[in-house]
């Protein structure tokens, strides 16, 4: 085992508050001795035990079942104790005082996850799926979570780390031969088989932003001038009344937030205040400062138009950030008369509705979930996080790197290329990771986790 540590920790493994059950999960090697002061018996591995815990007099603090696993088939690798007790917190600190007093201390939040991977009972990615199938807000989020957990994502990750092994050590025996006559790979084949990782990381890349959506979900910022429908159509979304809907322009003075899920994926939508440049009130001046904000974090902003307005919005369009998917709402089309639906457009995804029939709602629905591209039961799915984005991105720079410097006939340039890419997908599965990454990743787990 890694994990060197002799401390053997404890801690409350159930959400605090009074239940049917809570739970005492307890790891190290001093997990044995605890059984004769603690239960009075030495239970049977892995089997449950009905008794009770004793404080130091003997006397039982409480009557429950314990789980005992032995080293190193166990969740952390490590001997674990389990103590199934009655839920009321009073029991539980009880419980933990008596853990303590046998020289057990307190786990940090994650630390048991944390001795599961110093222990190589699983890699960093299926570590942190662990917190993220905890965390999951909808369905389709806790089976990727699930995936990753039984690690389709870093079997993905390994193949890859495999791939870049063999090429960079076809490349750098090049150089080291270079005098002697062995074609170990010709240059054409090199830049084909570096393509094909070209492929191979971008998709994985995409599935990684769709794992990252499906786990913390899109922001969508409603933009547009007064009066446009940016209101109903959150109100129409979150299916209540969440926001004052009235004809008075400048209504909604602050950002307003919803929650919402679409088709298994979870959505963040912010009503802004309208867009205008003669504001007069300062209240509402500061809700345009606070749209621009809103603005800058979006996934995907949903432009509202009145599609009775002849007045076209190509100073707002021209306001707003390049680089941010866009979608034109066209509505009231009730009273324009218009058709509802997706429309051909040359600046953009367009779609006319109606927020007061609901026509083209339905349309409008589909194109955002087209736009986001998630398909919440895509086959082999995963959860994923920015971190590993930014390495499929490293990786990727560097494998493009080395196509380059092949190209050029810098084959010792090429090898170091390959060497940073798999540096970065090494980080993604914990293979190479630093004390910092890794404290940063388990201080955000629950405690008992």
């Known amino acids: 085992m890694i994990h060197a540590s002799g401390d053997t920790i404890a801690a409350i493994a159930t ?17 044995p001795s605890l059984f004769g002061p603690l239960l009075g018996k030495r239970p049977e591995p892995r089997h449950a035990s009905f008794g009770g815990f004793l404080d130091h007099h003997g006397q039982a603090i409480d009557q429950g079942l314990a789980l005992y696993f ?43 996850s944390e001795r599961a991977f110093l222990n190589r009972k699983m890699d960093l990615t299926q570590a942190e799926a662990i917190a993220d199938l905890i965390d999951s807000a909808t369905a389709a989020a806790a089976r990727a979570a699930q995936r990753s957990l039984k690690g389709v994502f870093s079997e993905q990750i390994h193949a890859l780390v495999e791939t870049l092994i063999e090429l960079r050590l076809l ?27 070209e492929k191979q990381l971008a998709s994985i890349r995409s599935m990684a932003l769709k794992g990252q959506r499906l786990r913390e979900g899109a922001t969508l910022v409603l933009v547009g001038r007064p009066n446009a429908g940016k209101s109903s159509l959150l109100n129409r979304l979150a299916g209540e009344d969440r ?3 009235t004809p008075i322009p400048g209504t909604t003075r602050d950002t307003l937030r919803e929650a919402i899920q679409l088709e298994g994926i979870p959505l963040h939508i912010i009503d802004t205040a309208g867009l205008r440049d003669d ?7 500061e809700g345009i400062q606070r749209t621009r904000a809103a603005i800058a974090v979006a996934d995907v902003i949903l432009l509202m138009v009145d599609d009775n307005d002849v ?49 083209g709602i339905d349309d409008l629905l589909s ?42 006939g810098s084959q010792d340039l ?36």
Not at 15 to 31: E, K, M, Q, T, Y
Not at 171 to 197: N, P, W
């Open 243 to 245: 926001a004052i809907v």
């Open 15 to 31: 959400p605090r508050g009074r239940g049917g059950v809570g739970v005492i999960r307890i790891s190290g090697d001093a997990v």
């Open 311 to 359: 007045k076209p919005d190509g100073a707002l369009i021209d306001a707003l950030p390049d680089g941010i998917p866009m979608i034109f709402i066209h509505n009231k089309i009730d009273l324009s008369g218009n058709a509802a639906g997706r429309v051909p457009s040359d600046r953009g995804i367009k779609v006319r509705i109606s927020l007061k029939s609901g026509d």
């Open 171 to 197: 490349i750098e025996a090049a150089i080291d031969f270079s005098d002697e006559e062995i074609d170990f790979l010709t240059e054409a084949k090199v830049i084909d088989q570096l393509k094909a990782m």
């Open 70 to 112: 032995p080293a190193p088939h166990s969740f952390t690798g490590e001997h674990v104790l389990e103590l199934h007790a009655h839920g009321s917190p009073v029991v539980l600190d009880l419980l933990l005082e008596r853990l303590i007093q046998l020289e057990c201390r307190l786990a940090r939040p994650g630390e048991f």
């Open 414 to 449: 090429a090898a170091e290329q390959l060497r940073l890419s798999q540096r970065a997908l090494s980080e993604i599965t914990g293979d190479f990771s630093s004390d910092d990454l890794l404290g940063r990743i388990f201080a955000s787990f629950c405690i008992g986790k």
């Open 367 to 408: 194109v955002l979930t087209h736009q986001l591209g998630i398909e919440p039961e895509q086959e082999g799915a995963f959860t994923a996080r920015r971190r590993h984005l930014e390495a499929l991105e490293v990786a990727l720079s560097g494998v493009l790197g080395a196509q380059r410097e092949c190209q050029a």
């Open 279 to 285: 504001a007069t009130d300062p209240v509402e001046r």
